[in-house]
């Protein structure tokens, strides 16, 4: 049973994919780098699907050539190198880089279907069978084989991991950035999987011990091969499933509690500000309305800045922005710094009663709306808790 859900559930998957979005036109994609991904999955899901005991065997009897699946599914799965390539030179480059960079990496990739075609021609493997590994390992030109095929694959693997990660890192959009991490990290299981080969093929060849587990045979494959193809669907089955509602009910969490410790501290200065008295933290997870939570939080927040107006030292505001110049810290991450410096500064004069003799006069840093407000009230949380 896991035999079979390990080779024929991600073809399955792939396909199905393809029936319900592109045929019943619930998915057309219209940019190159959406024509990319399509291209991907169908190269993923042809390799897959050749690589199954029932499609290898298939195109070993039409083609009249063992093992010709091998190649095949190993050409393929260069066709989803190259498209994960190019979706990430359309997302990160102007339009002449990204086919600058696409011409670029066809030309290298089908030089590697070149020599994989030769060196599977030398490679002496006359008997169709799927499990190749355990068969052919010490044969002749296989290693070789293998060494072109990984050294084809990891420089692709590599790339679309580390865009995608770093792409990762500033989109604003929750469920992309999961996607793409989750496809960085499918990334990763195949590249984990391939120098698992080779250096079983090396073993074989070469006659030195290595530990071969068959779970990694087993397990690796196949994470790999769903994690691509979840990261890179998961604009379309996310929001099917709940994971959408999830993933924005757990980012204003995470932005409530982050805003906590700030708020905090500003409601004992001021206890005026706040609509409800404070409550345990744990009790932050309950399933009340959290949407309204996180807005009164950022305008009592903006109200606790108000009340603490006699105690900003404008002395203070030049000082921290100077230190943040001097340490580089510039834009938005700037601006919060120096404004937790100044509520630390005002809440502890505060607490101490000491006015400013002459009317204060420091600048209100923010966003121009609640989402970017909000965001920046969170930036200044994460330096105002550093500074305590």
């Not at 204003?252 to 982050?258: G, H, P």
């Not at 500003?266 to 008295?277: E, F, V």
């Not at 404070?278 to 939080?297: N, S, W």
């Not at 005002?346 to 209100?364: D, F, K, N």
Request: glycine residues 8%; positive net charge; hydrophobic residues 50%.
């Amino acid at each position: 049973m896991l035999d079979a859900a390990r080779f024929y559930l991600p073809p399955l998957l792939v396909f199905w994919f393809f029936v319900v979005m592109l045929v019943n036109g619930e998915y057309r994609p219209r940019s190159p780098a959406q024509r990319a991904v399509c291209l991907g999955l169908l190269g993923l899901g042809t390799s897959l699907l050749v690589l199954t005991p029932a499609g290898y065997a298939f195109a070993a009897r039409v083609s009249g050539v063992a093992n010709i699946g091998r190649l095949i599914g190993h050409c393929t799965l260069l066709l989803v190198c190259w498209a994960g390539l190019a979706f990430v030179a359309w997302l990160t480059g102007t339009p002449a880089q990204a086919r600058r960079r696409s011409r670029r990496a066809a030309w290298w990739l089908l030089a590697g279907a070149a020599v994989l075609t030769v060196l599977f021609v030398l490679a002496p493997v006359d008997v169709d069978d799927v499990r190749f590994a355990t068969r052919y390992a010490g044969t002749p030109w296989v290693l070789e084989y293998w060494v072109a095929y990984v050294a084809c694959l990891t420089p692709a693997i590599v790339t679309v991991m580390r865009e995608t990660w770093r792409f990762a890192r500033v989109t604003p959009d929750p469920v992309l950035r999961l996607g793409l991490r989750v496809v960085a990290a499918g990334g990763l299981c195949g590249l984990v999987y391939h120098v698992h080969k080779g250096l079983l093929f090396a073993a074989a060849r070469f006659g030195f011990d290595y530990l071969h587990l068959g779970l990694v045979d087993m397990v690796v494959p196949l994470a790999s091969n769903v994690f691509v193809f979840g990261g890179a669907t998961i604009r379309w089955w996310a929001p099917r499933i709940g994971l959408t509602v999830l993933v924005a009910w757990v980012k204003r969490y995470r932005t409530y509690r982050w805003l906590r410790p700030l708020w905090l501290d500003l409601y004992r200065a001021s206890p005026h500000i706040a609509l409800q008295r404070p409550r345990g933290a744990h009790l932050d997870l309950l399933p009340d309305d959290l949407g309204l939570r996180l807005y009164r939080r950022v305008i009592e927040i903006r109200d606790g800045r108000v009340a603490l107006q006699p105690y900003l030292d404008p002395a203070v505001a030049a000082r921290a922005r100077r230190n943040a110049a001097r340490a580089g810290v510039r834009g938005q991450d700037g601006d919060a710094f120096v404004e937790a410096t100044v509520l630390a500064d005002a809440l502890r004069a505060a607490a101490r009663g000491r006015e400013l003799t002459a009317e204060a006069r420091v600048g209100v840093p923010g966003g121009g709306d609640l989402d970017s407000d909000t965001a920046f009230l969170v930036a200044v949380a994460r330096a105002y808790r550093r500074l305590a």
